[in-house]
């Protein structure tokens, strides 16, 4: 699959099995790229498919100039921002939170199934979000400099230099086992 534009071109011409075929490949991938900003996982499913049914539901706002997968990203970028603008100005407090919190504790230890893993998961974390961001999307999501860049709002210089910084910051934190991880 190019990303997706092939099977996007599909379901405009009317292949509704092009519509399954781009959910199978890019929805998980947008829901742990939402979680990024959210923390909670069941509101980063309800973002990524409102993403997505803005995809499908408005079908010629996708123009082709970049990937199909950074198109969805940046739709989930945004929704993303304006859920976390609107549950700021409500703050309600569920009593489901707790329940949700220990579901994605247990998601995290069922992904993170070695020691290395969890050492360079923590590392992350203490990174800048920038930082963290240019590195999820360049090394977990697979896009290209320009597409991050894209993403990120940001020019591919300063994704290079994103990069560097999280490397070097990543090195030291995690010492000599750093040096075989990266």
């Not at 894209?150 to 490397?167: P, S």
């Amino acid at each position: 699959m190019d990303n997706g534009a092939s099977s996007y071109r599909r379901f405009l011409d009317g292949d509704e099995s092009a519509m399954d075929e781009i959910m199978r490949e890019l929805f998980f991938p947008l829901v742990f790229f939402v979680n990024r900003y959210l923390n909670d996982l069941p509101a980063a499913e309800d973002v990524a498919m409102d993403a997505m049914t803005e995809l499908f539901v408005h079908k010629r706002r996708y123009h082709f100039k970049v990937s199909l997968k950074t198109y969805v990203f940046m739709l989930g970028k945004s929704r993303a921002l304006n859920y976390l603008k609107h549950r700021k100005a409500l703050r309600e407090t569920e009593l489901t939170e707790a329940e949700a919190l220990a579901e994605e504790s247990e998601l995290e230890r069922r992904a993170l199934d070695s020691e290395r893993k969890r050492a360079v998961n923590a590392a992350l974390a203490r990174l800048p979000e920038d930082q963290r961001m240019a590195v999820h999307l360049i090394y977990f999501e697979e896009l290209s400099y320009e597409e991050a860049a894209r993403v990120m709002r940001k020019d591919r210089k300063q994704v290079d230099n994103l990069l560097y910084r999280a490397k070097k910051s990543l090195r030291a934190m995690l010492g000599e086992e750093g040096e075989e991880l990266l």
